[in-house]
T-cell receptor, first 114, second 114 residues
């Protein structure tokens, strides 16, 4: 049973560029959440997708957007990259009806903005 | 003030020691309390979760919640070098939309010396 997979593993971009990160959830999971983890910090919630819609969102600007496909896979898009966007981006999947909503994480995509 | 506070460490202990990791929180709406372990360059991995005040044990790990003091702990008995990682506390509460939102601490970096 494959766990949460993310691609790419590493990415280097320059300021002002746009980036797309991808996530395939754990088999059977229908909810995908995205987090940003800066060095030495805990994960910060970006947003969550369920049934192809953004269900809740953290305190991130509109430059951060996402999408969920019918097969539950998801993308995170970041426009107009800033140096401060350099971080590990984590995808977590879960089953919406579970209580608690236990999230299973992928290994992350490490984004460096130069 | 952050909703969840966690001492970042680093915490260095000899092999076989009992380790105590702690978090405090300010949001009394938190319902579920979780501990994740994150190895270097990996995604967080769920260790344990609890719902109410009290203790929960799983092998060498014991999670403790004191809702009256808004304080949670993770104890590791007979610590091993393989326990060296960053430990993240996480808590979830229902948001205004009725969905569970998870908030993480900053993580405590633990090193177990052989």
């Amino acid at each position: 049973d494959a766990g949460v997979t993310q691609s790419p593993t590493h990415l280097i971009k320059t300021r002002g560029q746009q980036v797309t990160l991808r996530c395939s959830p754990k088999s059977g999971h229908d909810t995908v959440s995205w987090y940003q983890q800066a060095l030495g910090q805990g994960p910060q919630f970006i947003f969550q997708y369920y049934e192809e819609e953004e269900r809740q969102r953290g305190n991130f600007p509109d430059r951060f957007s996402g999408h969920q496909y019918p097969n539950y896979s998801s993308e995170l898009n970041v426009n107009a990259l800033l140096l401060g966007d350099s971080a590990l981006y984590l995808c977590a999947s879960s089953l919406s009806r579970d209580r608690p909503n236990i999230q299973y994480f992928g290994a992350g995509t490490r984004l460096s903005v130069l | 003030q952050k909703e969840v506070e966690q001492d970042p460490g680093p915490l260095s202990v000899p092999e076989g020691a009992i380790v105590s990791l702690n978090c405090t929180y300010s949001n009394s709406a938190f319902q579920y309390f979780m501990w994740y372990r994150q190895y270097s360059r990996k995604g967080p991995e769920l260790l344990m979760y609890t719902y109410s005040s009290g203790n929960k044990e799983d092998g060498r790990f014991t999670a403790q919640v004191d809702k009256s003091s808004k304080y949670i702990s993770l104890f590791i008995r007979d610590s091993q070098p393989s326990d060296s990682a960053t430990y993240l506390c996480a808590m979830s509460a229902l948001n205004s939309g009725g969905y569970q939102k998870v908030t993480f601490g900053t993580g405590t970096k633990l090193q177990v010396i052989p």
